[in-house]
T-cell receptor, first 115, second 111 residues
Framework: NAGVMQNPRHLVRRRGQEARLRCSPMKGHSHVYWYRQLPEEGLKFMVYLQKENIIDESGMPKERFSAEFPKEGPSILRIQQVVRGDSAAYFC?????????????FGSGTRLTVV | EDQVTQSPEALRLQEGESSSLNCSYTVSGLRGLFWYRQDPGKGPEFLFTLYSAGEEKEKERLKATLTKKESFLHITAPKPEDSATYLCAVQAESNTGKLIFGQGTTLQVKP
């Protein structure tokens, strides 16, 4: 029973390029959350998605960042025209519902480095 | 504004030396408080969820407690393999499921 799968594990992009981070939730989970962990900072919520719907994007930067969770396939976090400040670890979590009765399982993260 | 503060930032213990980690929170209606463990280069690993003041949960050498303003993670007779960063997070009643994390406490247990 595979856990939350994120890929790639490490991603290097030059300033101005696009970064695409993928997250496959645990089997049976239809709720996906993206978090960002900047160096020396805690995990910060970015966006909460269900299949084909964005439920809460209150933590997403207004520009350059977008997320989707299509009917088929993984959830994608897309960062356009990356800048050095986007360098961080990006974690995806999944659950079978929302609320504390449902466990939130995290993936191992994608470490983005912008050079 | 919902907020979580953890202390200390870092803690060094000798093997067998018990201690506690603190998580203070302010939230507009607590739905639940979570403890996670994070090893370097890995994602957070779930430990506990606490729902109401007075609740306690245990797992091996770890025991989590909750009051109306803070939570403690007690570590009894720690071993070197308990070395990790411990994260506290809250979920507010008013939101859809996002977790608000503290900065974490990095624990190092020396043999």
């Amino acid at each position: 029973n595979a856990g939350v799968m994120q890929n790639p594990r490490h991603l290097v992009r030059r300033r101005g390029q696009e970064a695409r981070l993928r997250c496959s939730p645990m089997k049976g989970h239809s709720h996906v959350y993206w978090y960002r962990q900047l160096p020396e900072e805690g995990l910060k919520f970015m966006v909460y998605l269900q299949k084909e719907n964005i439920i809460d994007e209150s933590g997403m930067p207004k520009e350059r960042f977008s997320a989707e969770f299509p009917k088929e396939g993984p959830s994608i976090l897309r960062i356009q025209q990356v800048v050095r400040g986007d360098s961080a670890a990006y974690f995806c979590a999944s659950s079978s519902g929302y609320g504390t009765n449902y466990g939130y399982t995290f993936g191992s993260g994608t470490r983005l480095t912008v050079v | 504004e919902d907020q979580v503060t953890q202390s200390p930032e870092a803690l060094r213990l000798q093997e067998g030396e018990s201690s506690s980690l603190n998580c203070s929170y302010t939230v507009s209606g607590l739905r639940g408080l979570f403890w996670y463990r994070q090893d370097p280069g890995k994602g957070p690993e779930f430990l506990f969820t606490l729902y109401s003041a007075g609740e306690e949960k245990e797992k091996e050498r770890l025991k989590a407690t909750l009051t109306k303003k803070e939570s403690f993670l007690h570590i009894t007779a720690p071993k070197p393999e308990d070395s990790a960063t411990y994260l506290c997070a809250v979920q507010a009643e008013s939101n859809t499921g996002k977790l608000i994390f503290g900065q974490g406490t990095t624990l190092q247990v020396k043999p």
